[in-house]
């Protein structure tokens, strides 16, 4: 990246939201972190300037044809007031394998992340520290070139923004009750899946819409191909705890290389509990349901962290996941995940930089 990172800042800091409140992603920082991309230049005039809105010409790139990426990471202050961020530099290196499938040019990791700190630091003020709270962060990049060929942007903006937030579900870490999804899929084998990209997202409204029409949270997506195996559940990764085994739909392209995922089977691990990253039906599940050893379903992600699954319904046959309550090892995964996070536990893994 060209050129030193610049700092503007706001002259009135804005009032800051009641932080018992929060919801998500429905407040924004005083501040954002800009860096633009032109061909022939590259990464270059990285700053810090007062949150606004931004002006984009009407044929910018993104508008027309979806070339953007982001990703979604967390922010916690710890009871001494340290500022942590979990394992961001798996974020910012998914991010780039993201921007290899929409061909957007690489970022370099390690500058991104300073210019990042460099943001968090600025807006401490605004880490929330109630429980289940944190401060989400989201990089994303934009196609920023008027044009309407079909074709890769020669122009790009690379921003991140900052958002204090609580549960990502209003049910917060009570059991939701999900669908499995018959008619739509979220991706295809060879397609954006494994990519944190806009559109994978946006095709996956309707069926939430219609899930929500029907009384459920979200939906449990099936692979593209064969609609038979399991690959995630609303925008999170899966997990079933099935006869003392715990089971995760391998990754295959169309499934999300989760960083909650990854630490939960780094933990899973450690304890000495069987994980298994394999092709997993619906069917199959349905079945370890019927002979009573179906025993916990979670989903994982930035997030919601842990979003225990109560009730699974299939083309008509509900199956009640350990009585609708939240399973013992969900719980101790999402208070060991947010203990390391928020610095209240111990950090065997190195998992936290401190900004
Ligand atoms: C996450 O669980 O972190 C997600 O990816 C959800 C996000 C799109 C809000």
New binding site residues.
């Given amino acids: 990246m060209e050129g030193q990172l610049k700092i503007e800042r706001r002259e009135v800091l804005k009032e800051k939201p009641d932080f018992s409140r929060l919801g998500f992603g429905q407040y924004f920082t005083d501040h954002m972190l800009i860096i633009d991309y032109k061909e022939g230049k590259g990464w270059h005039d990285a700053r810090i300037v007062p949150y606004a809105p931004i002006t984009l010409d009407p044929a910018a790139m993104v508008f027309h044809y979806g070339q953007t990426v982001f990703e ?1 990471l967390k922010a916690f202050k710890t009871t001494d007031n340290r500022v942590l961020l979990f394992r961001p530099e798996k974020n910012f290196a998914r991010l780039n394998r993201s921007n290899d499938r929409l061909t957007i040019p690489q970022i370099d990791e390690e500058q991104v992340l300073e210019a990042l700190k460099a943001l968090i630091s600025l807006e401490k003020d605004w880490i929330p520290t109630e429980p289940g709270t944190s401060l989400y962060i989201r990089p994303f990049i934009i196609a920023t070139e008027p044009c309407l060929g079909v074709r890769a942007s020669h122009e790009y903006k690379l921003m991140v923004i900052l958002s204090p937030v609580g549960a ?1 579900y209003a049910e917060g870490l009570e059991p939701v009750h999900i669908n499995v999804e018959s008619k739509y899929v979220r991706a295809v084998r060879g397609g954006t899946g494994a990519a944190k990209t806009a559109g994978n ?1 946006a095709s996956s409204i309707k069926a939430q819409v219609e899930a929500k029409e029907s009384g459920y949270s979200q939906v449990l997506w099936l692979d593209g191909i064969e609609q038979r195996y399991i690959e995630e559940v609303g ?2 990764n899966v997990f079933f705890k099935i006869d003392g085994q715990v089971l995760t739909p391998e990754l295959n392209g169309s499934i999300l290389d989760g960083v909650t995922r990854d630490s939960i089977i780094t933990l899973l691990k450690e304890w000495g509990i069987p994980v298994v990253e394999r092709k997993l039906s619906i069917e199959e599940l349905h079945e370890a349901y019927q002979n009573g050893t179906f025993e916990e379903a979670f989903g994982t ?4 962290v842990i979003s225990p699954i109560g009730e699974l319904n299939w083309l008509n046959h509900k199956m009640i996941i350990n009585d609708g309550k939240i399973g013992e090892l969900s719980q101790k995964l999402y208070d060991t995940i947010t203990g390391i996070q928020t610095g209240k536990l111990a950090d065997p893994f190195h998992w936290v930089v401190e900004v």
């Fill in positions: 979604g990502y997202y925008s999170m992600g930035t997030a919601a």
